[in-house]
C-alpha cells in the first residue's frame, strides 16, 4: 500500500495513560502491547512528512450530568478525566509542537472537533487509523471519517483492544463497510 505523504494523516486514537498504562483505570495489556507499533508508525510517517494527529479522549467531571441518554461513565466509570494523567498521552508518544492533538468528548473523533476542517484545511485525504480501543473508539473514528470521504486505512497490527475477537470484529466490519485494512509492513510513503 502506498500513500502520498502529502495527502495522508496518521490518526493515532486515545494513547492514553487511563488506556495503556497499567495503573489507568481502563487499561488492557493489548492496548500497552500496541504503544510500540504505534510509536514506529509515528516515527515512520513524521520521516515521510506525512501528518500526524492524536486524538485523546478527555471528559469533564460533570460532562453526563444532564445526560438524556448517553453516558461514558455509566458504561465505563469515570476515566480520562480532564486535566487528570489519566487523560495525557504516554510517554513513549509525546505529540510534537507542530501536531494536532485533538480533545475529544465522545467515541468518535469528528463529532464537535476541528478534526475534519484541519485535515482538508492541508488536503488531507488518506488517514491511517491506529491506537486504541478498536471496536470503540478506532472503529467509530474511522466510520465517521469515511462517512467523511475521507479513506479510512486501520493498521490492524498497531490496535489495541480489550478481547481479541473485539479487534477481529473491528476490522472486519471497517473492511466490509466503510474502510480497507492493512499491516504496518505493507504501508509504503512516495
Known sequence: MQLDPKQTALVVVDMQN???????????????????????????ARDAGASVVFTRDVHPPEQFEDAHYYDEFDRWGEHVLEGSWEAQVVEELSPREDELVVEKHTYDAFHETQLDGWLSARGVKDLLICGTLANVCVLHT?????????????????????????????????????????????????
Open 18 to 44: 487511563g488506556f495503556c498504562h497499567p495503573e489507568g483505570s481502563l487499561y488492557a495489556p493489548d492496548s500497552e502491547a500496541a504503544i510500540e507499533p504505534v510509536a514506529g508508525l509515528v516515527e515512520r
Open 142 to 190: 474511522a466510520s465517521s471519517a469515511g462517512l467523511r470521504d475521507y479513506r479510512p486505512i486501520l493498521v490492524e497490527d498497531a490496535i489495541g483492544f480489550i478481547e481479541e475477537e473485539h479487534h477481529e470484529y473491528a476490522t472486519d466490519h471497517a473492511d466490509w463497510l466503510f474502510g480497507e485494512v492493512t499491516e504496518r509492513s505493507e504501508i509504503t510513503f512516495a
